[in-house]
Protein backbone atom coordinates (compact mmCIF):
# COMPACT_ATOMS: atom_id res chain seq x y z
CA UNK A 1 0.00 0.00 0.00
CA UNK A 2 1.55 3.77 -0.99
CA UNK A 3 2.64 5.48 1.70
CA UNK A 4 0.79 9.12 1.96
CA UNK A 5 3.56 12.04 1.50
CA UNK A 6 2.37 13.15 5.43
CA UNK A 7 3.73 9.45 6.39
CA UNK A 8 7.22 9.60 4.63
CA UNK A 9 7.67 12.68 6.24
CA UNK A 10 6.76 11.90 9.74
CA UNK A 11 9.21 8.93 8.72
CA UNK A 12 11.97 11.13 7.97
CA UNK A 13 10.68 13.58 11.45
CA UNK A 14 11.54 10.25 13.38
CA UNK A 15 14.48 9.55 11.82
CA UNK A 16 16.03 13.15 12.33
CA UNK A 17 14.72 13.75 15.63
CA UNK A 18 16.84 10.19 17.03
CA UNK A 19 20.01 11.88 15.06
CA UNK A 20 19.11 14.79 17.29
CA UNK A 21 18.46 12.56 20.29
CA UNK A 22 21.99 11.10 19.96
CA UNK A 23 23.57 14.19 18.88
CA UNK A 24 22.80 15.98 22.52
CA UNK A 25 24.01 12.97 24.33
CA UNK A 26 27.04 13.42 22.58
CA UNK A 27 26.84 17.00 23.16
CA UNK A 28 26.35 16.50 26.98
CA UNK A 29 29.37 13.97 27.41
CA UNK A 30 31.87 15.81 25.86
CA UNK A 31 34.00 18.01 28.25
CA UNK A 32 35.68 20.58 25.91
CA UNK A 33 39.04 21.71 27.42
CA UNK A 34 40.00 24.97 29.43
CA UNK A 35 40.92 27.63 27.05
CA UNK A 36 44.42 29.16 28.16
CA UNK A 37 44.56 32.08 30.32
CA UNK A 38 44.09 35.62 28.30
CA UNK A 39 46.64 37.58 30.24
CA UNK A 40 50.10 36.74 31.16
CA UNK A 41 51.27 36.71 34.30
CA UNK A 42 54.05 38.88 35.74
CA UNK A 43 56.11 38.92 38.55
CA UNK A 44 56.47 42.10 40.73
CA UNK A 45 57.71 44.86 38.17
CA UNK A 46 61.20 46.10 38.29
CA UNK A 47 62.13 49.18 38.72
CA UNK A 48 65.39 51.22 38.37
CA UNK A 49 66.45 54.02 40.80
CA UNK A 50 65.36 56.77 38.75
CA UNK A 51 62.26 55.25 37.91
CA UNK A 52 61.58 54.21 41.71
CA UNK A 53 62.41 57.95 42.39
CA UNK A 54 59.92 59.38 40.24
CA UNK A 55 57.24 56.88 41.31
CA UNK A 56 57.68 58.23 44.66
CA UNK A 57 57.31 61.69 43.74
CA UNK A 58 54.27 60.50 41.80
CA UNK A 59 52.51 58.71 44.39
CA UNK A 60 53.60 61.42 47.60
CA UNK A 61 51.20 62.35 49.51
CA UNK A 62 48.24 60.42 48.16
CA UNK A 63 45.77 59.19 51.33
CA UNK A 64 42.83 60.90 53.44
CA UNK A 65 43.75 63.86 54.84
CA UNK A 66 43.53 64.10 58.39
CA UNK A 67 39.90 65.80 59.49
CA UNK A 68 40.42 69.74 60.52
CA UNK A 69 37.56 72.00 61.16
CA UNK A 70 35.96 73.77 57.66
CA UNK A 71 36.74 77.28 57.08
CA UNK A 72 35.02 78.74 54.40
CA UNK A 73 37.39 80.70 51.68
CA UNK A 74 36.71 84.33 51.46
CA UNK A 75 34.99 83.39 47.82
CA UNK A 76 32.81 81.21 49.64
CA UNK A 77 31.44 83.53 51.94
CA UNK A 78 31.32 86.35 49.59
CA UNK A 79 28.68 84.45 47.13
CA UNK A 80 26.54 83.32 50.24
CA UNK A 81 26.10 87.07 51.33
CA UNK A 82 24.97 87.78 47.34
CA UNK A 83 22.70 85.30 46.61
CA UNK A 84 20.73 86.54 49.41
CA UNK A 85 19.69 89.67 47.08
CA UNK A 86 21.00 88.46 43.63
CA UNK A 87 21.92 86.15 41.11
CA UNK A 88 25.18 84.62 41.95
CA UNK A 89 27.96 83.24 38.80
CA UNK A 90 30.67 81.49 40.71
CA UNK A 91 33.63 80.35 38.19
CA UNK A 92 36.19 78.21 40.71
CA UNK A 93 38.53 75.49 39.85
CA UNK A 94 37.45 71.82 40.33
CA UNK A 95 37.85 70.88 43.87
CA UNK A 96 37.92 74.44 45.35
CA UNK A 97 34.41 73.87 46.92
CA UNK A 98 31.81 75.80 44.41
CA UNK A 99 29.39 72.84 45.62
CA UNK A 100 29.87 73.99 49.51
CA UNK A 101 27.95 77.37 48.45
CA UNK A 102 25.26 75.78 47.07
CA UNK A 103 24.74 73.32 50.07
CA UNK A 104 24.61 75.95 52.63
CA UNK A 105 22.07 77.87 50.44
CA UNK A 106 19.90 74.79 51.00
CA UNK A 107 20.79 74.03 53.88
CA UNK A 108 19.37 77.66 54.88
CA UNK A 109 16.07 77.58 52.55
CA UNK A 110 15.25 74.41 54.24
CA UNK A 111 15.58 75.65 57.28
CA UNK A 112 12.92 78.49 56.46
CA UNK A 113 10.44 76.23 54.77
CA UNK A 114 11.52 77.28 51.55
CA UNK A 115 12.55 75.04 48.28
CA UNK A 116 14.93 74.04 46.04
CA UNK A 117 16.04 73.15 42.00
CA UNK A 118 19.68 71.37 41.59
CA UNK A 119 20.49 71.10 38.14
CA UNK A 120 23.07 69.03 36.35
CA UNK A 121 23.95 68.18 32.73
CA UNK A 122 24.43 64.40 33.83
CA UNK A 123 22.51 61.28 35.03
CA UNK A 124 25.34 60.08 36.90
CA UNK A 125 26.01 63.60 38.47
CA UNK A 126 22.43 63.50 39.26
CA UNK A 127 22.64 60.55 40.79
CA UNK A 128 25.68 61.36 42.71
CA UNK A 129 24.28 64.79 44.51
CA UNK A 130 20.83 63.14 44.94
CA UNK A 131 23.18 60.41 47.06
CA UNK A 132 25.32 62.97 49.21
CA UNK A 133 22.02 65.73 49.79
CA UNK A 134 19.88 62.63 51.04
CA UNK A 135 22.39 61.60 53.44
CA UNK A 136 22.89 64.99 54.48
CA UNK A 137 19.10 66.36 54.97
CA UNK A 138 17.45 63.25 54.91
CA UNK A 139 16.15 61.31 52.56
CA UNK A 140 12.43 62.75 52.73
CA UNK A 141 12.98 65.86 51.99
CA UNK A 142 14.98 65.17 48.85
CA UNK A 143 14.00 63.76 45.33
CA UNK A 144 14.83 63.45 41.87
CA UNK A 145 14.30 63.63 38.52
CA UNK A 146 15.84 62.50 35.24
CA UNK A 147 14.82 60.91 31.98
CA UNK A 148 14.50 57.05 33.81
CA UNK A 149 14.14 58.17 37.42
CA UNK A 150 11.43 59.89 39.47
CA UNK A 151 11.12 59.95 43.11
CA UNK A 152 10.10 62.19 45.79
CA UNK A 153 9.25 64.41 43.05
CA UNK A 154 7.19 66.70 45.79
CA UNK A 155 10.39 67.07 48.06
CA UNK A 156 11.47 70.45 48.66
CA UNK A 157 14.70 69.77 47.22
CA UNK A 158 15.09 68.34 43.73
CA UNK A 159 17.72 67.22 42.02
CA UNK A 160 17.60 66.78 38.54
CA UNK A 161 19.26 67.25 35.02
CA UNK A 162 18.78 70.64 33.37
CA UNK A 163 16.51 69.33 30.78
CA UNK A 164 13.74 68.24 33.34
CA UNK A 165 13.56 71.42 35.13
CA UNK A 166 13.72 73.37 31.51
CA UNK A 167 10.59 71.36 30.92
CA UNK A 168 9.06 71.73 33.59
CA UNK A 169 9.20 75.52 32.84
CA UNK A 170 7.39 74.84 30.16
CA UNK A 171 4.77 73.12 31.40
CA UNK A 172 4.13 76.55 33.85
CA UNK A 173 3.71 78.43 30.55
CA UNK A 174 1.05 76.30 29.36
CA UNK A 175 -0.73 75.64 32.57
CA UNK A 176 -1.11 79.38 33.85
CA UNK A 177 1.26 77.99 37.13
CA UNK A 178 4.21 79.19 38.73
CA UNK A 179 6.98 76.33 38.93
CA UNK A 180 7.00 75.71 42.84
CA UNK A 181 10.88 76.18 43.61
CA UNK A 182 12.36 79.18 45.44
CA UNK A 183 15.92 78.77 44.21
CA UNK A 184 17.99 76.75 41.41
CA UNK A 185 21.23 76.00 40.84
CA UNK A 186 22.79 75.79 37.49
CA UNK A 187 25.45 73.62 37.99
CA UNK A 188 28.43 72.85 34.92
CA UNK A 189 26.89 76.41 33.91
CA UNK A 190 29.27 76.13 30.99
CA UNK A 191 27.22 73.84 29.06
CA UNK A 192 25.49 76.98 27.65
CA UNK A 193 28.26 76.70 25.01
CA UNK A 194 27.64 73.56 24.14
CA UNK A 195 26.60 73.26 20.58
CA UNK A 196 23.92 70.47 20.66
CA UNK A 197 22.61 71.25 24.12
CA UNK A 198 23.44 74.67 24.77
CA UNK A 199 19.99 75.86 23.96
CA UNK A 200 18.12 74.29 27.07
CA UNK A 201 20.92 76.38 29.59
CA UNK A 202 19.59 79.41 27.56
CA UNK A 203 16.22 78.43 28.12
CA UNK A 204 16.15 77.62 31.28
CA UNK A 205 17.96 80.67 32.49
CA UNK A 206 15.06 83.15 30.15
CA UNK A 207 12.16 81.06 31.42
CA UNK A 208 13.12 81.56 34.88
CA UNK A 209 11.12 83.97 36.82
CA UNK A 210 12.96 86.86 38.31
CA UNK A 211 11.77 85.89 42.11
CA UNK A 212 13.62 82.43 41.59
CA UNK A 213 17.34 83.11 42.34
CA UNK A 214 19.85 81.49 40.16
CA UNK A 215 23.31 80.40 41.11
CA UNK A 216 25.48 79.34 38.37
CA UNK A 217 28.45 77.13 38.90
CA UNK A 218 31.85 76.48 36.84
CA UNK A 219 35.59 76.13 36.68
CA UNK A 220 35.63 76.85 33.02
CA UNK A 221 33.58 80.10 32.12
CA UNK A 222 36.26 82.41 30.28
CA UNK A 223 34.20 85.34 29.46
CA UNK A 224 32.39 85.40 33.08
CA UNK A 225 31.22 89.33 33.22
CA UNK A 226 29.75 88.87 29.26
CA UNK A 227 27.99 85.79 30.68
CA UNK A 228 26.53 87.88 33.57
CA UNK A 229 25.77 91.28 31.88
CA UNK A 230 23.23 88.81 28.99
CA UNK A 231 21.83 86.95 32.26
CA UNK A 232 20.92 90.83 33.71
CA UNK A 233 19.71 91.33 30.19
CA UNK A 234 17.52 88.74 29.61
CA UNK A 235 16.17 88.01 33.35
CA UNK A 236 15.83 91.94 34.48
CA UNK A 237 17.76 90.78 37.73
CA UNK A 238 21.15 91.89 38.92
CA UNK A 239 24.46 89.02 38.64
CA UNK A 240 27.25 89.11 40.99
CA UNK A 241 30.62 87.66 39.79
CA UNK A 242 32.30 85.55 41.94
CA UNK A 243 35.59 84.60 40.25
CA UNK A 244 37.96 82.52 42.31
CA UNK A 245 41.37 82.82 40.05
CA UNK A 246 44.15 80.48 40.53
CA UNK A 247 45.51 76.68 40.45
CA UNK A 248 43.25 73.85 41.74
CA UNK A 249 43.38 73.37 45.25
CA UNK A 250 43.52 69.05 44.57
CA UNK A 251 46.24 68.38 42.16
CA UNK A 252 45.74 66.13 39.12
CA UNK A 253 49.03 63.86 38.22
CA UNK A 254 49.07 61.68 35.26
CA UNK A 255 50.44 58.31 34.90
CA UNK A 256 50.95 54.99 32.38
CA UNK A 257 50.30 51.30 33.60
CA UNK A 258 52.47 49.76 31.32
CA UNK A 259 51.93 45.94 29.99
CA UNK A 260 54.02 44.29 32.41
CA UNK A 261 51.92 46.49 35.36
CA UNK A 262 54.57 48.74 35.68
CA UNK A 263 53.69 52.34 37.03
CA UNK A 264 55.39 55.45 35.28
CA UNK A 265 54.93 58.85 35.40
CA UNK A 266 52.98 60.34 32.09
CA UNK A 267 55.45 63.53 32.21
CA UNK A 268 59.17 64.01 33.43
CA UNK A 269 60.14 66.49 35.82
CA UNK A 270 60.64 69.05 33.29
CA UNK A 271 56.82 68.73 32.34
CA UNK A 272 57.63 66.42 28.84
CA UNK A 273 56.34 63.88 28.03
CA UNK A 274 58.32 60.69 29.75
CA UNK A 275 60.39 59.27 27.08
CA UNK A 276 60.46 56.16 29.33
CA UNK A 277 56.95 55.15 28.21
CA UNK A 278 58.01 54.92 24.52
CA UNK A 279 59.71 51.60 25.59
CA UNK A 280 56.38 49.53 26.15
CA UNK A 281 54.63 51.59 22.50
CA UNK A 282 58.03 49.90 20.46
CA UNK A 283 57.80 46.56 22.03
CA UNK A 284 53.60 46.39 21.28
CA UNK A 285 54.65 46.95 17.58
CA UNK A 286 56.86 44.66 17.51
CA UNK A 287 54.42 41.92 18.49
CA UNK A 288 51.72 43.05 16.46
CA UNK A 289 53.94 42.63 13.43
CA UNK A 290 55.00 39.19 14.49
CA UNK A 291 51.19 38.23 14.78
CA UNK A 292 50.66 39.58 11.32
CA UNK A 293 53.08 37.68 9.55
Do not use: C
Not at 82 to 107: C, F, H, M, N, Y
Not at 122 to 150: C, P
Not at 153 to 170: C, D, K, S
Not at 192 to 198: F, K, Q, S, V
Request: net charge positive.
Amino acid sequence: MARSPKDKNRRKSNGKNARSDINRRKERNFKRELAPESSVKFGSPKFFPTQAKSLEKLLGGIGTPEPKPLVPDQFQIEALEAIESQDVLVTAPTGSGKTWIAREEIRRLLADGKRAWYTTPLKALTNSKYTEFSQEFGAERVGILTGDRKENANAPLIVGTTEIYRNQLFDSLRSGEQVNTDFVILDEAHYLADEDRGHVWEEAIILSPPRIRLLLLSATVGNAEEFARWIEEVRGTRVRVINRAGSRPVELRAAFLAPNLQLLPLFDDSGKFNREIEQFAQEENRFERRRRY
